[in-house]
């Protein structure tokens, strides 16, 4: 692993905790959305999006050759793997003054919850920080190895 390696390997977490906050983002300005696309003529609400992180590295069988040939192996970093949609069913809601109500009164509301997205947006701005101040210090440790050069 070289410090430079350390640099790629923020970036990609850097890259993938913006995704995630992105992502949380849409889905707490959606939480209210009934109509995010129509299906067979029919409007359906948003549903919660999610993202899926892979580690950014070559398969097990190649890592585990490395290893057994002495090699040093560390991970490539993260990489989005995809935004899926949250298979949690819709809350349905009585407000038969909604223009979205059916029959009876309910309106079908997005599976969003609040608490949840804020608790994943802290989770993805934590990591982003934790993050910078890795990129932070292998930067400064380049500095310092620099200025002993001199």
Do not use: C, W
Not at 20 to 38: E, F, G, P
Not at 113 to 126: F, G, P, Q, Y
Not at 135 to 141: D, P, Y
Request: glycine share 4%.
């Amino acid at each position: 692993m070289t410090l430079s390696s350390s640099f790629g390997i923020s970036a990609s977490a850097l890259t993938a905790q913006r995704v995630r906050m992105d992502v949380v983002s849409s889905n707490i300005a959606n939480a209210q959305t009934t109509r995010a696309s129509v299906v067979d003529g029919k409007a359906v609400p948003y549903r919660r999006k999610m993202v899926v992180l892979t580690p950014n590295q070559t398969d097990f069988s190649s890592m585990l050759q490395s290893q057994m040939n002495g090699k040093e192996t560390v991970g490539n970093g993260v990489r989005v793997k995809s935004i899926e949609e949250d298979s949690a069913p819709l809350k349905p809601v009585f407000n038969p003054t909604h223009p979205d109500a059916d029959a009876d009164g309910y309106v079908l509301m997005p599976n969003v919850d609040i608490t949840k997205e804020m608790v994943d947006m802290i989770s993805a701005s934590r990591s982003y920080e934790a993050n910078v101040t890795a990129l932070n210090a292998s930067k400064s440790m380049i500095m310092k190895a620099l200025e002993i050069g001199r």
